[in-house]
């Protein structure tokens, strides 16, 4: 009888104290707010995407990269997929093959 008191405590007390330690792992931002207006913000991002001036990301490495245009046609590029999709150089390429 005393084993099953002492297991039971042991339980409620890990309980209540992993309940206590999530809760204090809560923590209030405080986002200061910005000068500019939502127009003005949008107004300066249609301007510079007509400037060029941002760059991608690379979502890899986290580097900026200037953006650059493809040299070949969306349809090239698909039926180059198709053409290594039927002779099996694709799936080699991923599998490992």
Do not use: F
Request: hydrophobic share 45%.
């Amino acid at each position: 009888m005393n084993s099953k008191l002492l297991y039971t405590a042991t339980v409620a007390i890990a309980l209540l104290a992993s309940g206590a330690a999530m809760a204090a792992e809560a923590t209030q931002i405080n986002v200061p707010s910005g000068t500019l207006t939502r127009a003005e913000v949008k107004a300066e991002l249609a301007r510079a995407q007509a400037a060029g001036e941002l760059n991608r990301v690379s979502a890899l490495h986290g580097s900026a990269q200037p953006a650059v245009a493809s040299l070949r046609s969306r349809d090239d590029v698909r039926a180059e997929a198709r053409a290594e999709a039927r002779t099996g150089k694709l799936a080699a390429q991923y599998l490992g093959s």
